[in-house]
């Protein structure tokens, strides 16, 4: 599950890589909840694979955990 104040701006990403047929790489950082119930900063980056009638049928991607980034990158804003 999408951490709730990580939900709007990973699904502006979904639409705008979906809605353009580009073949660009898309990103997004974003929350996840992990079994525990903590979150987990993950970066994820896909294309989006249109048929011949430019109608997206696939999203290929992957995805990182960038926890500890995120984590040192807080630290370093708050520590300021």
Not at 10 to 22: D, Q
Not at 33 to 47: A, F, G, M, P
Not at 57 to 80: D, P, T, W
Request: aromatic fraction near 8%; hydrophobic fraction near 30%.
């Amino acid at each position: 599950r999408i951490h709730p104040e990580d939900l709007a701006k990973f699904n502006n990403a979904i639409e705008t890589s979906t809605s353009s047929v580009n073949n660009e790489q898309h990103e997004c950082e974003y929350r996840i909840e992990k079994k525990d119930r903590s979150y987990l900063w993950v970066l994820t980056r896909w294309t989006t694979i249109y048929d011949e009638n430019k109608k997206p049928i696939r999203i290929v991607g992957s995805q990182s955990n960038i926890n500890k980034r995120k984590n040192m990158e807080l630290k370093l804003l708050y520590s300021a």
